[in-house]
């Protein structure tokens, strides 16, 4: 079992910038990989960013790269999502997730992949 507690979502002006958290428990980190996603109202999940469970490989949406970026503390059993100059499109519920796995450098990039999920953290941008 592993149990994710995302953190770090909220209101912000458009431009501006949030750091996601997702804190992870349960089972040895570095064990699975983890992934970002969204969900805007009426819309279905959308992958944002996927790390390895080694957090040498990491991989991000065409439509968020080089806006967005991805990242792992071990120490902390954290993962991260830096999110800079946001738009009002990216306003959503945001998911982590958690795949368990025996590849330490495999990306996994759809929800159907990913074993166990939090309960999400909303980010809304304004105009």
């Known amino acids: 079992q592993v149990q994710l507690v995302e953190s770090g979502g909220g209101l912000v002006q458009a431009g501006g910038s949030l750091r996601l958290s997702c804190a992870a428990s349960?089972?040895?980190?570095?064990?699975?990989?983890m992934g970002w996603f969204r969900q805007a109202h009426g819309k279905e999940r959308e992958f944002v960013a996927a790390?390895?469970?080694?957090?040498?490989?990491?991989v991000h949406a065409d439509s968020m790269k080089g806006r967005f970026t991805i990242s792992t503390e071990n120490a902390k059993n954290t993962v991260y999502l830096q999110m800079n100059s946001l738009k009002p499109e990216d306003t959503a519920v945001y998911y982590c997730a958690a795949k368990i796995t025996v590849s330490a450098q495999a990306l996994f990039s759809t929800a159907a992949q990913y074993d166990y999920w939090g309960q999400g953290t909303q980010v809304t941008v304004s105009s």
């Open positions: 790390i390895s469970a080694s957090g040498r490989n990491t």
């Open positions: 349960g089972r040895a980190y570095g064990t699975y990989g």
